[in-house]
Structures are given as C-alpha cells and as structure tokens.
C-alpha cells in the first residue's frame, strides 16, 4: 500500500533552518509529483510547493521563493523540504502528500505530518 | 481566493450537510477537490473534479458545482463525519468550515 512516512518533530531556533524528510513506499516514486503543505497550530492549509521526482523539477508558493527547497533522493523514494530563516510563524505541521495521479493536483495520500516549532 | 461557507455548520447525526465553496473567479471543476481532516490526522480527499468520490469514499458523499460555486453534500451524517471540510483548487485552499454536533 501507498505509505509517506516523515521524519519527526524538530524544535528550531529562530533564524535557523529545517529539513523535513518524506518517505515514499508502495508505488514508483518517481511517478507522481510531491507537495508539501503545512497547517499552522488551529489554522487551514497552506500550498508551499511541489517537486517532480522524476527530473527534479520545482515550483514553489511565492510566499516562500528564496526561503524554501525542495529536492528528491530517488535512490531511496524519498523528497525532502528545506525551510530556511525560521521565524515564529513558521511553527507549523509540515504534510508531504502524493498528487492522485497524471496532471492532477488533488492529493490522495499524505503523510503523518512533521512538527517543526520555532521557538 | 477560495470563500467556504458557512465556517462552522451545527447539525445532528442523521441530518443532511450542506457546505460552500466559492471562488473569487471562475474555475476549472477538473481541479475542484473537497478533503475532510478530523483531530490529529493529516487531510483525508473526498471529492476530485468536483464532483468524483475518491476511493473508498462512502456514497453519502457528494460534490457538484462549476464555475464559481461549489458543494460538499453529505446525506445523512455519521458521528465520525463531524470534522473539518477544506475545498481546494489547485495551489489554493479554501480556510474550511467545521462541521460540529448539534
């Protein structure tokens, strides 16, 4: 079965960075886009970005041009999300989710979500 | 921008839900798509082309609309159907409305 496991809570220091790992198994990884979507403590979502396994290829949420990466390792299923110049309002669950296919940009699977509090 | 409506909708187990969703400008159906996310798990998709239940999905489940104007219909609700409904087009969410127990 489809599974995206991240990597665990962090605590992070204003001004520093994160990288939040997502762990793809159960299908071809480099078959269907990655995107990454955090919610805020109590809050909605919000749309960061996505990656193309397959080539690498990356579009991210202005709101986050020049603060955020994302990249894939292929050999080991798995994207990664880079977020730089933590601030307080960056505390937040960090979701990888899988597109539902082709050209799609629902998402039918996602991952447990990842911690990240900047404090 | 997504506009969902209302933001928190009070029903009992058994009664028929309505929710809205409404955009700033008209868009594509293909890319309409209705999530439900209950206390502590990650967003769960319901709905995609505004109108096709996502697998599994139980058919009291139903999405229509199309331009601007969007619906999530739940039939007749369950107890573990009260959480909170996200729509989404593309790279934008709509800020969700909570379906509480009356």
């Known amino acids: 079965q489809v599974q995206l496991v991240q990597s665990g809570a962090e605590v992070k220091k204003p001004g520093a960075s994160v990288k939040v790992s997502c762990k793809a198994s159960?299908?071809?990884?480099?078959?269907?886009?990655i995107h990454w979507v955090r919610q805020a403590p109590g809050q909605g979502l919000e749309w960061m970005g996505r990656?193309?396994?397959?080539?690498?290829?990356?579009n991210y949420a202005q709101k986050f041009q020049g603060r955020v990466t994302m990249t894939r390792d292929t050999s080991i299923s798995t994207a990664y999300m880079e977020l730089s110049r933590l601030q307080s309002d960056d505390t937040a669950l960090y979701y990888c989710?899988?597109?539902?296919?082709?050209?799609?940009?629902?998402?039918?699977?996602w991952g447990q979500g990842s911690l990240v509090t900047v404090s | 921008v997504l506009a969902q409506s209302p933001g928190t909708l009070s029903l009992s187990p058994g009664e028929r839900a309505t929710l809205s969703c409404r955009a700033s400008?008209?868009?594509?159906?293909?890319?309409l798509a209705w999530y439900q996310q209950r206390p502590g798990q990650p967003p769960r998709l319901l709905i995609y082309g505004a109108l096709t239940r996502a697998t599994g999905i139980p058919d009291r489940f139903s999405g229509s609309g199309s331009g601007t104007d969007f619906t999530l219909t739940i039939s007749r609700l369950e107890p573990e159907d009260f959480a909170v409904y996200y729509c989404q087009h593309t790279e934008t969410f709509g800020q969700g409305t909570t379906l509480e127990i009356k």
């Open positions: 400008l008209s868009v594509s159906s293909n890319f």
């Open positions: 159960g299908y071809t990884f480099n078959d269907y886009h």
């Open positions: 989710a899988r597109i539902r296919g082709g050209i799609a940009y629902d998402f039918d699977h």
């Open positions: 990656i193309n396994p397959r080539n690498g290829a990356t």
